[in-house]
């Protein structure tokens, strides 16, 4: 005879931890996804696709006298889906610098899991950003999707060179007036070290004027004493031929 009141009682057990793991599976769960919601996005809204969205969806007032307005020219939204583009880009990029950086972090737990799930929802964003402009471009053109965003990394590589070539040039006089600066104070040390080794080549100068003077006093203290000795034998000279 099977004792049902003994099998009651691990059945009730059973169905009561199965009931307790599920609500507080359940509990977590949404705890869970309302904290996801509540973290701080890792990017700014994304104006880009908003204007496309906006340029996509607007309709036009229609202009006096007519019943229609014409819809938005195809050129513009193929231009601010272009634009959304790029900015998916940038947006891609800095995703791959920073997770392995990221996930180092992690790992030597330097930065929480906050910090981690909002990075991990801004990757998963950008891929669900990347397929929805490629099937919008294959919409306008089929294939499109295929080189758009080829299109849109040359156009980030042009700009920032722009942005880098502003940068330059407005440092350009900061840097100017710097070297200018320098040059003068270079120019400054120059001229000091270069007196100062002019000033002992002086002093041998002064005392070599010093002694050509007093060699030359010698030249005519010497010239003149040699001619009145001259002067004595000529008058003996003459003396002597009158006594002939």
């Known amino acids: 005879m099977v004792d049902w009141i003994g099998l ?22 949404k705890r869970k996804a309302a904290k996801a919601t509540s973290l701080e996005p890792w990017f700014p809204q994304h104006l880009q696709r908003d204007i496309y969205l906006t340029l996509l969806h607007l309709e036009p007032e229609p202009a006096p006298g ?4 014409p819809p938005v020219p195809e050129s513009v939204l193929k231009a601010a ?6 900015e998916d880009i940038h947006r891609i990029l800095q995703v791959r610098n920073s997770k392995q950086a990221l996930s180092s972090l ?6 929480g899991d906050d910090l981690w799930q909002r990075f991990s929802r801004a ?6 950003e990347i397929r929805d402009v490629v099937n919008e471009a294959n919409a306008f053109v089929p294939g499109w999707g295929q080189t758009i965003f080829q299109s849109a990394n040359e156009m980030a590589a042009n700009s ?16 100017k007036a710097w070297w200018n600066e320098r040059r003068a104070g270079i120019r400054t040390e120059f001229m000091k070290e270069l007196g100062e080794e002019e000033l002992p080549h002086k002093k041998p100068t002064a005392s070599g004027e010093r002694g050509s003077d007093e060699d030359a006093v010698l030249v005519e203290a010497v ?19 009158g006594k002939k």
């Open 123 to 128: 990757e998963k964003e950008a891929e669900e």
């Open 8 to 29: 009651v009682v691990p059945f009730a057990y059973l169905s009561i931890l199965v009931g307790s793991l599920a609500t507080f599976s359940s509990l977590y769960r």
């Open 106 to 111: 992690l790992q030597r737990g330097s930065v």
């Open 66 to 69: 007519k019943e229609k307005a």
């Open 223 to 241: 010239a003149a004493g040699s001619t009145p000795a001259g002067g004595k034998g000529g008058a003996a000279a003459k003396k002597r031929k």
């Open 81 to 86: 889906l272009l634009r959304r583009a790029v």
């Open 160 to 175: 920032q060179l722009r942005k880098r070539a502003e940068e330059i040039q407005a440092q350009a006089e900061a840097e």
